[in-house]
């Protein structure tokens, strides 16, 4: 049987693996609330992301509860570590889908994407979906192989965020100024929530091997 | 006399102050890089910000063995825990400059900046200036109340890259979609560097009254 110290370090687990669930939802609301240009659905990006921030704070807190009563050593001092950084970053990707949401918000009751890129757009956020989803599973598992080909996975957003550029710069761009800056704002949202992604499954490879992947 | 244990505290605050030196050094550098079109300046701030993440790899290792070692307790923990969040910020704010040199290099020999819009890219590199100076100062002094100040400081950038945007998307804008998306970014860049020194502030904050600020 665990004692009740190992039930809370096993509770900041659970609490990290819930927030990549929580930020899953909102890449994926945000992603359907720009192509489908859905006010309500962005709105609820928005609002929803105060349940991210929460749950950040609340590790926040059992972690230099956990610290000051037990001051644990070795590999849990490397889990405590981690689950800050990791608890930074999701929290950090909560709040590009909010951009994303507000950049929908915005030009609601048109659509940010132009036919023609709707379909990299998809991409975009099927990737980070799969992205996020991949990190909660390597935080829940410690699987120190599968994080690592999480950053291969990543090569992929960055081909599709080049693949946005070159369209706004081809000769045929036709939709002017104002969808371009929203479009190159987009393609960074998506591409920072997938590095932040990377960086979480670097975490279980540093929480695991103790060395940081190179 | 302090202890090799204080002094070994007292050194993490000193590496975060060296940290706020060379991110200071590095937005400094790529603004000039930046309205210079100098691309030996750019690629300087491009390599040197492998000295911001060794200091920050070596703050982390001493965490790790201080932690290790000496298990602080109460503010020394506290200490420890914001030092991290406070590297993790300024790390990144590296990165920021860097992807401004870069902008600077993509577009040598020319100006990624048009003339009109010059004494704004001016300014933003003050207030980012500005901000990482009154950080560090707070960083190495714990005076809670410039730190509370620092988030006004921070208005001044917002209103700027409001600024930028509208020039972008002004009816007289005659630069094309390329120099609109350079001006996008970059002005990204700044704000965002201008919220994590902010963020530096705020740990400070937290780390002298144990709350954060609103």
Known sequence: MRDAYHEELDSLTDKLVEMTRLVRSGISRATTALLDSDLQLAESVISRDEEVNALFNDIETSILELMARQQPVAVDLRMIITALRM???LERMGDLAVHVAKVARLRHPDSAIPPELRSTIVEMGQIAENLVTKAGSCVATRDVDSALELQHDDDAMDRLHRKLFRSILA????????PAIDITLIGRYYERYADHAVRVAQAVVYLVTGSRPS
């Open 171 to 178: 000769k045929d761009w036709q939709h002017g100024v104002e």
């Open 87 to 89: 608890g930074t970053d």
